[in-house]
Each structure stands twice: as structure tokens, then as C-alpha cells.
């Protein structure tokens, strides 16, 4: 009892520095020109043209009270600057058809929902926390989250979920395709029009997705096509300012069909597919097999069904990928590790699910604790910082229209931590870092990797010590190679010829270790050593340094000054005094 009463000191106290934190960065938070549309893969701002990014998070609306989750643990609109503090600058909102397309139920006010299925606590919690809406009809109710939202200057994604209300998907649940026990399709094209018309003219919702996950004995690419295109045609008729989204087959993970039958519509520049990848989506594979030959053949699948659409022009949103926080899933952590470095490669648009940390009710079950969600059981705390912290690496643009802030360039991304390598300076070995400070790198045609405007490459120097830089870039010991199936282990070869792979230790510094886990071994687990080599053109944010040498009119091969400097910091993590002789 009274647990819906979310007034401790702890989260009293986490709100007064929310609020403190919103107030003292609300300048700095980049504010887009909406609509958004698109230019060749990248989604823009309308009228800028520039690049924006959807880093998103998904909130549940779909099960059976038809109300978006949490409201009884805390107001919609600590859980909007909740959002927006942990960096996400996008909502998809997911909602059932019925919402739109049964009167009688979507009438249905928000007490009189809960009440009918038995959540009485959950109506003293709504009363207790959002008493505006506790009287309201549920459509009323869901617009008034995405006000909230719009609030918080949170753009909103609206996702038809399923028909029926309830949790998502399995292939025999009547929801799965067109002409499904649940799924007629010109209930649906309806259902669509009227939800695109409500929010014409409604400025934060900036997209729809047609619908979540199709799948089930009766999916087929022709009835795809007839009414994809039909339901898209409805969206962009009724409301022409959205983002239009289409899901794939088997559970939104197969767009195959689209290389060789392109869609037909009469709209352009709103066009946007939409990717699920979890582990699961593979099976147990992760759990199974070697992670590297894992990882190659899954991206290798991952392009092939999906991926490919950005190299043929298309924004490829993936509207759902997320993990177990708890740490314990051998095959989330294992795929998240690969994820990572794909998402950051790539630099597509996203939404973790979920948001959720419990829910009213979930497939029978009063108050589920959701260990997938960012939020914990009572929707006031982080359930897992370090997650979120990985994952923010993701949330900013590396590269698209508008952002060319410096010249292309690499930085090399560390997908198990979500961070980039870095110099702090020439007395200090390499480190992973923000990858907003990462150095800008540069690969050569003769395999060395330089930081641009130097002459400094990184070398492996010796086994089990630290990563250096140096300035003759002409020997084994600077030459790098992306080994493995996956891709991403960078291995070099010391000067007695040992094959050997770039590392981290526990303190984040950057170090030279024999290379490991790279084929056949299902327990070992390479993720220290998966680096990802990652097109940018965003700026550094770090100021130079006085300790920093920087650019190449700096140090000269042949500069006295340079190797009487080198002498100097030999043995020091920096560069040798071999390297400046």
C-alpha cells in the first residue's frame, strides 16, 4: 500500500536537481525547426536543412489500460524532464488501433479504464500524481503526454503498436498482419487517418510509424506493398508535415524486398524504414558461439535485410534495441557490444526500449518490473547509469547536412565503454575519453593511423604497456589492420613480428595486449579490444592544451628542438627517443 506515492526524500531531492539541471542548461539544448524531412539518408530540419538526429526512447501506451506507463509513480511531466535530462530528444509513443478506431472505448475515461481491470492502486496513483487526467478520455489522456512532451521540447514519434490492447507480438495473437483476427486493413487505414488528423498541426509530433513488428502465417511482400503504401498515402494525405515510417516483415527485421522493388509513392522527402534488432532477434546464437564470428555473421545479416537501405538513399530508423540492465544476459551484453560499434559506425537513428521501469499491468501481472527499462521499478531513479552512459555516445550526430563543423576525419570509437580514444597530452599515455574530445584521426593508404595536422601515428610498442605516439610511421609497429570476423579488432605487429591487438585495462588507458577471443572460443570475450574506426566531421570540444603539440608546423622530423623534446619524454608514455632521432 501507498507505494504509488513517489514523495521520499531521495526523489524529492532528485526532482529539485532535475529541475536545477534543466534551468541551467535549457540555453545550451538545440532547439529544431520542425517539420523534419529527409535528404537522401539522413533526416533534416525542414527548413535549415541541417541534420537531425533521432535519439529516442520508447513509451509504452499500448496495453490494456490504453494509458501511457508510469503515471501512477510520478507527474507526466517530472517523467518528460526525466527524458530530456538524460539526453534523449525524442519520445516514439506507441498506441493501440482500437484508440483510434473504437469509440466507445477510447471514450472511456482514465478512471473508468483502470477501474474495469481491476487497478485500483493505480488509480490512486494517477490521482495522486497527474489528478488532471484522471477524469479524462483515454485519447485525451495520450495528448496530453505528447503536450507534456512538446513541453520539454521532446519531438514524438506516434507508433500503431497493435489492435487490440495488450503486450506485443507473437505470430497467433490476431494483431500480427493484414487480415489477422484484429488487423483489417481498412479498419486500420481509418484508424491511421483520424490519429495523423488529430495531431495535424500539433508540432512536436514529427513522425508516424505505420505499424510495429509485422509478422505471423499470413505475411507476404505483395499484401506488404498494397497496403503500406496505402497506409502511408492515408498518413501523408492527412497530415503532410510527418515523417512517414515503414516497418519490415518477421517482426520488423527484413526489408529485403525493397533492393530490387523500390516503393511506389506519390510523396517524396518523408520516406523513413524502421529496423527492431535485439539479440533475439538471432536466436542464442550470442550465447553459443564465438563473439567475433558471431557479430560478423549477424551485421553481415543486418545488412543485408536492413542496412543496405542507407547505402540506397533511405533514413533507417531502429525503432527498438535494448538489453537486460541487470548485467546478467550473456547474449544481451554480447550483442550490445556489437551493436554499439554497428550504431556508431553507421550513425543511424534510434530508440532504446524502454522507457519503462514497471508497468500497471503486463500479460496478467499487476506493477511488472521492467529490466529492460532506463527507468527503475518507481520511475524516479536511472535503473543502470552506466548503460545510459554508453548509449549517450550514440545520441549526437557524428556526421550528415549541416555538420560539417571540421574536415572529414576518424575517431576511434570503443564500443563496451561508448567512449573514444584520446591524448590529454604528450606526458600522459593514450585514454578513452568523451568521444566529443577525441582526437581527430586520419587512416593512411599505408595503414597508419595519424592524427590529422601532426606527424604522430600510433604505435604499438610493447607488449602489456601503454599505447604510444610516435613520428616514424614507416615500421610494422605503426601499421594497423582491422582483424577478425567482426571487424574490430585493430591488431599491428611489434618488431620481433608479434601479432598484437590494441587493449584497455580497467583504468581506460589505451594498451598493447596479445590479441584474444579471435575465433572458435565461446567463452572468452573480446570486447576490450572491439574498436570501431568511425567517420565525423564534428569538432572537438576539448581546448588545446599547452601540454598538446598539435599541429605539424609544431615538430619536424628533422627540428632539432623535436628530438631534444623527444629525449626528454622518452619513457614518459609519450614519444620515444628513438621515434624523434
Not at 523500390?262 to 518523408?270: A, G, I, M, R, S
Not at 524502421?274 to 532477434?281: A, G, I, K
Not at 597530452?425 to 566529443?436: D, T
Request: hydrophobic share 40%; proline share 4%.
Amino acid at each position: 500500500m501507498g507505494r504509488f506515492i513517489s514523495s521520499t526524500p531521495l526523489c524529492i531531492l532528485l526532482r529539485l536537481l532535475l529541475l536545477l539541471l534543466l534551468f541551467l542548461t535549457r540555453h545550451t539544448i538545440p532547439v529544431n525547426s520542425l517539420p523534419l524531412s529527409t535528404n537522401s539518408r539522413w533526416i533534416v530540419d525542414d527548413q535549415t536543412g541541417q541534420r537531425v538526429k533521432l535519439a529516442c526512447v520508447n513509451w509504452v501506451s499500448h496495453l490494456e489500460p490504453i494509458v501511457a506507463e508510469g503515471l501512477s509513480k510520478q507527474p507526466m511531466d517530472v517523467i518528460s524532464k526525466k527524458i530530456l535530462s538524460m539526453g534523449f530528444n525524442c519520445v516514439r509513443l506507441t498506441w493501440p488501433l482500437f484508440l483510434a478506431t473504437n469509440d466507445s472505448l477510447a471514450s472511456l475515461t482514465v478512471r473508468q479504464s483502470f477501474k474495469s481491470l481491476g487497478l485500483q492502486e493505480s488509480i490512486a496513483g494517477i490521482q495522486s500524481n497527474n489528478p488532471s487526467i484522471i477524469d479524462v478520455s483515454l485519447i485525451q489522456a495520450y495528448q496530453a503526454v505528447v503536450s507534456s512532451l512538446d513541453n520539454n521540447n521532446i519531438m514524438v514519434i506516434l507508433d500503431n503498436h497493435i489492435s487490440k490492447p495488450g503486450w506485443c507480438c507473437s505470430n497467433f495473437d490476431g494483431n500480427g498482419f493484414f487480415g489477422d483476427q484484429y488487423f483489417n486493413p481498412d479498419i486500420w487505414i481509418k484508424g491511421l487517418t483520424r490519429i495523423a488528423t488529430l495531431f495535424n498541426g500539433v508540432p512536436n509530433v514529427v513522425g508516424m510509424s505505420l505499424r510495429n513488428e509485422l509478422r505471423g502465417p499470413k505475411q507476404n511482400v505483395n499484401d506488404w506493398y498494397k497496403y503500406m503504401q496505402g497506409g502511408a498515402e492515408a498518413v501523408h494525405s492527412a497530415n503532410p508535415n510527418v515523417l512517414v515510417i515503414l516497418s519490415g516483415l518477421s517482426f520488423d527485421s527484413d526489408l529485403s524486398f525493397i533492393k530490387t522493388r523500390p516503393v511506389n509513392l506519390t510523396f517524396t522527402e518523408k520516406l523513413v524504414f524502421e529496423m527492431h534488432w535485439y539479440s533475439f532477434t538471432d536466436g542464442g546464437v550470442w550465447g553459443t558461439g564465438n563473439p567475433n564470428q558471431v557479430c560478423g555473421n549477424v551485421v553481415k545479416r543486418v545488412m543485408g535485410s536492413t542496412g543496405f537501405l542507407l547505402q540506397q538513399g533511405y533514413p533507417l530508423f531502429v525503432s527498438e534495441f535494448g538489453v537486460d540492465q541487470r548485467g546478467t544476459n550473456v547474449n544481451d551484453n554480447r550483442y550490445l557490444n556489437c551493436f554499439m560499434g554497428v550504431a556508431a559506425e553507421l550513425d543511424f537513428d534510434w530508440a532504446y526500449w524502454p522507457l519503462v521501469g514497471s508497468y500497471y499491468l503486463r500479460e496478467g501481472v499487476i506493477g511488472s518490473n521492467e529490466y529492460y527499462g532506463i527507468l527503475n521499478w518507481n520511475w524516479c531513479e536511472i535503473r543502470n547509469s552506466s548503460l545510459l552512459q554508453r548509449i549517450s555516445a550514440l545520441q549526437s550526430p557524428l556526421q550528415g547536412p549541416g555538420l560539417a563543423e571540421s574536415k572529414p576525419h576518424l575517431v576511434i570509437f570503443h564500443p563496451a565503454t561508448g567512449l573514444c580514444l584520446q591524448r590529454k597530452s604528450l606526458f600522459e599515455p593514450l585514454c578513452l575519453g568523451a568521444c566529443s574530445e577525441s582526437e581527430a584521426w586520419s587512416y593512411t593508404t599505408q595503414k597508419s593511423l595519424v592524427i590529422k595536422g601532426t606527424y604522430f601515428c600510433l604505435q604499438a610498442d610493447e607488449l602489456e604497456k601503454p599505447a604510444k605516439l610516435g613520428v616514424i610511421c614507416s615500421d610494422s609497429r605503426s601499421k594497423w589492420e582491422m582483424i577478425s570476423d567482426s571487424k574490430m579488432h585493430l591488431s599491428s605487429k611489434l618488431s620481433n613480428g608479434t601479432s598484437v591487438c590494441l587493449d584497455v585495462d580497467s583504468n581506460n588507458r589505451v594498451i598493447i595486449n596479445a590479441c584474444k577471443c579471435l575465433s572458435k572460443d565461446n567463452i572468452c570475450d573480446p570486447a576490450s579490444q572491439w574498436f570501431k574506426l568511425v567517420n565525423s566531421t564534428r569538432s572537438s570540444s576539448r581546448a588545446k592544451s599547452l601540454f598538446l603539440v598539435d599541429s605539424v608546423s609544431d615538430i619536424t622530423r628533422t627540428d632539432f628542438l623535436g628530438g631534444l623534446l623527444g629525449r626528454v619524454l622518452a619513457g614518459q608514455g609519450g614519444i620515444s627517443k628513438s621515434e624523434l632521432n
